[in-house]
């Protein structure tokens, strides 16, 4: 699913049967040959590392992953709560 910020969906993808992975999936339904997000902003999960390699985009965000055995930085932290409702 594609959404803006203001959570209007402007992509709903089939449903997929079985075990499938994210970003496999997102390649599949976005093929890299073309440019699709090179004006938009991308806010994805975890389950899209390797997005910033195969597409490009106006900016990406994409959050951190925490090690084991070592807490996450205040910064990282509120990198991940971050909301686009508060983008003004």
Do not use: T
């Not at 959570?7 to 997929?16: K, M, N, Q």
């Not at 093929?31 to 195969?54: H, N, Q, S, T």
Request: overall charge positive.
């Amino acid at each position: 699913m594609l959404s803006n910020p203001r959570r209007y969906v402007l992509y709903l993808s089939h449903c997929w049967v079985g075990k499938a992975h994210d970003y496999r999936m997102f390649k599949e339904e976005f093929p890299l040959a073309l440019d699709w997000f090179k004006e938009f902003k991308v806010r994805v999960d975890l389950g899209f590392l390797g997005i910033e390699k195969d597409y490009s985009c106006k900016e990406l965000f994409l959050p951190n992953k925490k090690k084991k055995k070592q807490e996450l930085s205040a910064e990282q932290k509120q990198e991940i709560n971050y909301s686009p409702k508060k983008e003004s």
